[in-house]
Nanobody
Framework: QVQLVESGGGLVQPGGSLNLSCVGSGSSFDTMAWYRQTPGKQRELVAIVTAIGSAIYANSVKGRFTISRNNAENTLSLQMNSLRPEDTAVYYC???????????WGQGTQVTVAS
């Protein structure tokens, strides 16, 4: 059974930092990514990284967030710096296996940026 389990969310003040982690099990993955969603809005891509470490970021987080993965440990991280209130959302870990065209999602972790 394939699972993605996130951790690391919480409450932080504007300008602060958080590090999100995702641990995958049951499969190796081609791409891994972080998405986020706020009530009433579509889930949006925050950052995605390939198996060889190439990363793409949403314009809104470029220069502030860093995505990284450890293929040996099947983990994904998102270092978030200079957080803003508009970064408040539920953050989801996503992974895709190209050979089966299957998408996997974690359960989500809440990030709240407020004074």
């Amino acid at each position: 059974q394939v699972q993605l389990v996130e951790s690391g969310g919480g409450l932080v003040q504007p300008g602060g930092s958080l590090n999100l982690s995702c641990v995958g099990s049951g499969s190796s993955f081609d791409t891994m990514a972080w998405y986020r969603q706020t009530p009433g809005k579509q889930r949006e891509l925050v950052a995605i990284v390939t198996a060889i470490g190439s990363a793409i970021y949403a314009n809104s987080v470029k220069g502030r967030f860093t995505i990284s993965r450890n293929n040996a440990e099947n983990t994904l991280s998102l270092q978030m710096n200079s957080l803003r209130p508009e970064d408040t959302a539920v953050y989801y870990c996503h992974a895709k296996v190209y050979s089966t065209n299957t998408n996997y999602w974690g359960q989500g972790t809440q990030v709240t940026v407020a004074s």
